[in-house]
């Protein structure tokens, strides 16, 4: 079954470092998407991609963030710089239409 | 008006007993209700979803019940199993030709005792 895949599964870094965290979303799906879930919270939206520009983000998705997808299999999510507030699971998701469906997560923890 | 919140926060079910978790939306434009299950570590998992000109809707031991003039509306897990035992969230969306945001409630931890 075609599934969702996210690499690191877990990243650790310090304060202020770019990190970039990485998916490959299920191949025939048009749409794409990063989530995050702080610990014990809600998982919340950051931002959608489709016909390769940005179609939506949230309040959280300011100039800290962006996403890419550099070839036809991958789409990433960029941190410039970050802070101790991002240290979050960071889910990538993608749907040929309305069903959304998540890779397992990168666990991303600021120090 | 884009929040959905869900109720109760845990819940704890006998094995063969019915879960039954609700959720509330504001937004009338919603037209795209989703049931997500996440095991600890995991990311979330389609259950299953309803559109809003069906009132019901069941796959297997899940059914989503759906009330658009109240704007609510509720998971129930039939014959509950420990296997079940999980995180789970609803969401509501607008579908749109850029993009399906989901907008999550808070979730509901399940535990089903053998």
């Known amino acids: 079954e075609p599934e969702v895949t996210q690499t690191p599964s877990h990243q650790v870094t310090q304060m202020g470092q770019e990190v970039i965290l990485r998916c490959v979303p299920i191949?025939?799906?048009?749409?794409f998407y990063w989530y995050r879930q702080i610990l014990g919270q809600k998982v919340e939206f950051l931002v959608s991609f489709y016909n390769n520009e940005i179609s939506e983000k949230s309040e959280i998705f300011d100039d800290q963030f962006s996403v890419e997808r550099p070839d036809g299999s991958n789409f990433t999510l960029k941190i410039r710089s970050t802070k101790l507030e991002d240290s979050a699971m960071y889910f990538c998701a993608s749907s040929e239409w309305a069903e959304a469906f998540f890779g397992q997560g990168t666990r991303l923890t600021v120090v | 008006q884009q929040q959905v919140k869900q109720s109760p926060q845990s819940l704890i079910v006998q094995k063969g007993g019915i879960s039954i978790i609700n959720c509330a939306y504001e937004?009338?434009?919603?037209?795209?209700f989703p049931w997500y299950q996440q095991f600890p570590g995991k990311g979330p998992a389609l259950l299953i979803a309803i559109r809003p000109d069906v009132s019901e809707k069941k796959e297997g031991r899940f059914t989503i019940s759906f009330n658009k003039s109240a704007k609510q509306f509720s998971l129930h897990i039939m014959d509950s199993q420990p296997g079940d035992s999980a995180t789970y969230f609803c969401a509501a969306s607008m579908i749109k030709a850029a993009g399906n945001k989901l907008t999550f409630g808070g979730g509901t931890r399940v535990l089903v005792k053998p």
């Open positions: 191949s025939n799906h048009l749409y």
């Open positions: 937004n009338t434009a919603f037209d795209y």
